[in-house]
């Protein structure tokens, strides 16, 4: 017996909200929410890109960020993201999420007290609250979310709910936003 082959959009489970880290205005006709993890060097390539995005289609485009650690490939993956979330709390998500992107390869905790620091963030507050782990349950909400969303790997976008399987070059992201703003 046989079964006819299903074909189904992966839709993102979790609805954005407003304690997510988003950029870009509220109402913009275009959400891309990301999956990622600061250390996976395929983020960083769709970092790039995505900033672009957001400069070319700043009325278009809201970018939000959920963390995606694969820590058993990344070993600073976690720590990088409870930083980012520790900075969050301060109000600097988005200025240390860009630091740890443009840094990718200085991520273990020396460079990352000193990346804190030239931000002007408090590096032994922040050293401590990621030594605790006090913003592991936020970290773990996003990757749990990004599973019931069918995330498997980084980076994962998805443009208004829908998960977008297109390439991360600026043009493809440039059609992908285009295309959902004048459906």
């Known amino acids: 017996m ?19 880290h ?3 205005p509220v109402d913009a006709p275009v959400t891309i929410v990301e999956y990622g993890d600061f250390q ?11 900033a ?12 939000v960020y959920r963390h995606f650690p694969i ?12 930083a980012a979330e520790a900075a969050g709390r301060r109000d600097r998500f988005w ?6 992107y443009e840094h990718q390869d200085q991520l273990d905790p ?41 995330v498997s790997g980084t980076p994962t976008l998805f443009v208004n709910d829908t998960r977008y399987d297109g390439g991360y070059d600026l043009a493809e992201l440039l059609a992908a936003v285009d295309a959902a703003a004048n459906p």
């Open 95 to 100: 200025e240390l999420h860009d630091w740890l």
């Open 22 to 24: 988003a950029r870009g």
């Open 110 to 150: 020396v460079h990352l007290s000193l990346g804190v620091e030239q931000l002007g963030l408090p590096p032994d507050e922040i050293g401590a609250e990621v030594g605790r782990q006090a913003h592991a349950d936020r970290v773990r909400r996003d990757f749990v979310g990004g599973i019931r969303s069918g």
């Open 40 to 50: 996976c060097r395929f983020c960083g390539a769709a970092y790039r890109n995505l």
């Open 71 to 82: 820590a058993n490939v990344h070993p600073y993956a976690e720590s990088a993201a409870e």
């Open 2 to 20: 046989t079964t006819p082959l299903q074909v189904t959009t992966a839709k993102l489970g979790i609805p954005v909200t407003e304690t997510d």
């Open 52 to 63: 672009e995005v957001l400069r070319q289609r700043a009325d278009t485009v809201r970018l």
